[in-house]
């Protein structure tokens, strides 16, 4: 294998997971490719799962969906939205594709005579897959987020792999970015360094010593503790950077950029520092943060305990409200809550708008279908994402076409009226992870439609995770009752439907899930569309 060429930047974590690792990766990233740099990102993930599909959104928030398929991360979406770039299935790595790799050379006799072990055997799969990436991209820079947490048995090999990549590319080639909390004490108010240092020993223990500490704090990086910290690190001050909170994660980039993190990184990496074109960023968090208008929009779902379970869904909002000058002030409503009766309709009272969120089984499906109701007699804008247009379907049918006990297969297998059913070979289906429809697809828009007036085309590409469509069947009783079919797939799949304007301002459910493309810069048009409507309303 040829020498790698792109730069190699780790970012590791450190005292609690979820500490902001994604954050600054793509923040990092960002302002590289600020600089006119080429750009990558790869979050490792030290699970045994294959990929992030067959896992509930409670364990581990959205499950992101890339351009070529693959079921991932969802730190896999921020790099997306910071970078502006698609990214493949490849940029997310697991423990179990790694070992499952390993596993099949070794059956395929590639270790004849070997004894298979973690090192080199496991260690030397994750250091080909980070190269054969780079090599293939051929990107300036390569960013490798390495999920959990230093000390994690699980992060291990990953650890030891970049370790050795360290001391195989040399110091000009790689640059080791550690992100750890420094509590503050409710009782004294003091910024406490002790887990920070904690954790750099084990990541020095480990073999690796940090090139750059970004410290999360809930307000800015004191003196005295950044010299604490610096002393045991045994860096420079420059090189201990405050990541406290912000009013928004797209602040970011702009925090760190200040405190010259960017220079840094490129200066010990032997590259020019040049002027970064952050105008338009900075535009966007400035009309991110003061809105001409405030919305309430109700996100109506069965995961809302993890408002992460819909991550891609509230930054499409934030993107799109940018846009317009308004504010999406979020109502979070459990649908399992309406169906059992412990939550009423009367919050459709105070909203002036409503997403129907994805998710899959009968839990709360017909609350789902309750709300779903209400905000069609009600004229309240509502977007159905995934399940929750197959619902909305589901609601028209009954209400409207007067197709008794009609459902979908997947909350009713006895239903006399399957309007959603089985994708055409998804019963045959004996293995569940990565077996859905995934991934983008063209999709054609009927001219004069919501969906067509807010692309401004007639050929969109969007990204799905399904296992069920609206079934063909029905398609003509629906359209005789008003339900306007607005996106087709090539093989006559329905992709998004819609009310006609004059029988509801915006009333539109789309199959795939537009919001996987949305960027701070490029908003999804369809959630563009339901901000417009409601500040109409509002």
């Not at 990558?40 to 409670?58: E, Q, R, S, W």
């Not at 509230?314 to 459990?334: F, N, R, S, Y």
């Not at 069920?468 to 079919?485: A, Q």
Request: proline share 6%; glycine share 8%.
């Amino acid at each position: 294998m040829r020498s790698v060429e792109s730069k190699l930047i780790f970012v590791t974590g450190g005292v609690l997971s979820s500490v902001g690792k994604g954050i600054v990766t793509s923040s990092i990233g960002l302002l590289l490719k600020s600089r006119g740099y080429s750009v990558g990102a790869v979050k490792i993930d030290p699970y045994i799962n294959v990929d992030a599909g067959t896992m509930n959104p409670f364990a581990h928030g959205e499950v992101f969906v890339t351009e070529d398929g693959g079921e991932t991360d969802l730190d896999i979406g921020h790099y997306e939205r910071f970078l502006d770039m698609n990214l493949s299935k490849r940029h997310n790595i697991t423990t179990g594709q790694i070992y499952l790799s390993v596993i099949e050379k070794e059956r395929r006799g590639e270790y004849l005579g070997q004894t298979v072990q973690v090192i080199p055997h496991v260690t030397n799969e994750i250091k080909n897959r980070i190269k054969v990436l780079a090599q293939e991209t051929g990107v300036d820079f390569l960013i490798v987020e390495i999920g959990g947490t230093v000390g994690d048995i699980e992060g291990l090999p990953f650890l030891e792999a970049i370790r050795q990549l360290g001391l195989e590319l040399g110091e000009r080639n790689t640059f080791y970015v550690h992100v750890a909390l420094a509590p503050i004490l409710s009782v004294t108010g003091e910024q406490k360094t002790k887990p920070v240092q904690h954790s750099v020993q084990e990541l020095r223990r480990i073999g690796i010593n940090p090139d750059a500490i970004v410290v999360r704090t809930s307000r800015p990086l004191e003196p005295e503790p950044r010299r604490k910290i610096a002393l045991y690190a045994s860096l420079p001050e420059n090189r201990i950077f405050s990541n406290h909170d912000v009013d928004t994660i797209y602040r970011v980039p702009l925090l760190l950029e200040e405190q010259g993190i960017t220079r840094i990184i490129l200066e010990k990496l032997g590259m020019s520092d040049r002027k970064p074109d952050l105008e338009d960023w900075m535009d966007f968090v400035e009309k991110l943060t003061r809105p001409e208008k405030i919305v309430k929009v109700a996100m109506i779902g069965k995961y809302t305990k993890l408002p992460d379970s819909y991550i891609s869904i509230v930054e499409a909002l934030k993107h799109a409200g940018a846009h317009l000058g308004v504010k999406p002030d979020l109502v979070w409503v459990e649908s399992t809550d309406i169906e059992t009766g412990k939550t009423d309709l009367s919050f459709t009272e105070e909203i002036q708008a409503a997403i129907i969120l994805p998710g899959f089984g009968k839990r709360g499906a017909e609350g789902k279908i309750r709300a779903i109701k209400e905000l069609r007699e009600k004229k309240i804008p509502m977007l159905g994402v995934c399940f929750g247009m197959q619902l909305s379907v589901v609601e028209f049918a009954r209400n409207i076409v007067g197709l008794e006990r009609a459902n979908s297969t997947e909350i009713d297998p006895s239903t006399p009226h399957p309007v959603v059913d089985y994708l055409p070979g998804q019963k045959e289906i004996d293995k569940m992870g990565g077996t859905m429809r995934l991934g983008a697809s063209p999709i054609r828009l009927v001219e004069g439609t919501h969906a067509w007036y807010y692309y401004r085309k007639t050929t969109i590409y969007e990204r799905h995770r399904h296992r069920y469509e609206v079934n063909p069947k029905y398609v003509e009783d629906l359209e005789e009752h008003g339900l306007v079919i607005s996106g087709w797939s090539p093989d006559g799949l329905v992709e998004i439907i819609e009310l006609r304007p004059k029988d509801h301002p915006f009333f539109v459910g789309t199959q795939p899930h537009t919001e996987y493309k949305s960027r701070p810069l490029r908003p999804a048009p369809l959630f563009i569309g339901l901000l417009e409507a409601a500040a109409r309303l509002s």
